[in-house]
């Protein structure tokens, strides 16, 4: 709705958007009432705080993009919470990380657009318009699933790079299994770690395995590899700061030089923390989302 609004969808987009808010109009509306004043000001809220860039490329019909926030306002009324998150940068060596509402981390590449959203039944979904590196928090009664196109690729905790277009679809499994079905091209079959799949209209699906190296070009930029060999616990935990977005304080300096030897790749905050503690003589206590607390002596 946003990039419809300053007028940046595809002629395609325009139709489906079009057409959805055609079938959710109703005969009769409280907006017939309204005067033009009326109608000017209750534009001007709906559309403020969520044009950024750009121009709202108002039409003549302004009841009509008021009924459209009223079809939204329905979608909301029957449980659906969304969050458009979506993202225009500016080159394409550059990395921009959100944290989803239910914990997932991804890394959304150049200049690339995700949509996120759940239903009042827990379901995840999401489209990607670009490429991201994908981090799904773990939720088995809640199954993560992207869908582009025909192909719908469903996860429950995983990591995997997706990279898509018009046309083609390249996926990426770093850990985990990753389930990728399409009706149209009769395909059903789930990836494991170190596995990709690609597609394209020309050469169908090919799948094939995963280089080291290819993880270390995914995974340039971003802080998804957490791989520390005898490193100060302080530092570990300035990374961990980093990637979850959090604050960590150490009760006692000492035991920040502790030294960690330990794979925190694809793990949780909260698994990260509860392997460290099961290494180290420190506890971790949540005093916020935002704030963690270390309490425990310095290491020998």
């Known amino acids: 709705m946003q990039r419809y609004l300053t007028n940046q969808v595809t002629e395609d987009e325009r139709q489906k958007i079009e057409s959805w808010l055609e079938v959710n109009k109703t005969g009769s509306s409280e907006l017939?009432?309204?005067?033009e004043e009326e109608e000017e000001q209750l534009f001007s809220n709906i559309t403020k705080g969520i044009i950024r860039k750009g121009r709202v490329k108002k039409r003549a019909d302004t009841k009509w993009i008021l009924r459209m926030a009223a079809s939204i306002a329905l979608l909301v009324t029957v449980g659906v919470t969304a969050y458009f998150l979506t993202d225009s940068l500016t080159t394409n060596n550059t990395v921009d990380k959100r944290v989803l509402n239910d914990g997932t981390l991804v890394w959304i590449k150049g200049?690339?657009?995700?949509?996120?959203?759940?239903s009042v039944d827990g379901t995840r979904n999401a489209e990607l318009i670009g490429e991201a590196l994908f981090e799904v928090a773990k939720d088995s009664s809640r199954p993560f699933?992207?869908?582009?196109?025909?192909f719908t690729i469903t996860v429950v905790g995983t990591s995997f790079n997706l990279k898509t277009s018009k046309d083609t679809?390249?996926?990426?499994?770093?850990?985990g299994k990753v389930h990728?079905?399409?009706?149209?091209?009769?395909?059903?079959?789930?990836?494991?770690?170190?596995?990709?799949?690609?597609?394209?209209e020309i050469t169908g699906v090919k799948t094939k395995s995963v280089s080291q190296p290819e993880v270390k070009i995914?995974?340039?930029?971003?802080?998804?590899?957490?791989?520390?060999?005898?490193?100060?616990?302080?530092?570990?935990?300035k990374r961990l700061e980093r990637k979850f977005d959090t604050n960590i304080v150490t009760e006692n300096s000492a035991a920040e030089k502790c030294r960690v030897t330990a794979d925190?790749?694809?793990?949780?905050?909260?698994t990260s923390l509860q392997m460290i503690s099961e290494i180290l003589p420190v506890k971790f206590e949540h005093v916020t989302n935002k704030k963690i607390f270390i309490k425990g002596e310095g290491c020998k």
């Open 32 to 35: 017939d009432d309204l005067s």
């Open 111 to 118: 200049e690339s657009s995700l949509i996120y959203s759940e």
């Open 145 to 150: 699933k992207i869908t582009h196109g025909n």
């Open 169 to 175: 679809l390249e996926l990426k499994v770093l850990t």
């Open 180 to 200: 990728v079905a399409s009706f149209q091209d009769s395909l059903d079959l789930s990836l494991v770690a170190m596995q990709q799949l690609t597609y394209s």
């Open 218 to 237: 995914i995974a340039a930029l971003t802080e998804y590899e957490m791989q520390f060999k005898d490193e100060k616990l302080g530092e570990v935990l």
């Open 264 to 270: 925190l790749t694809d793990h949780s905050l909260e």
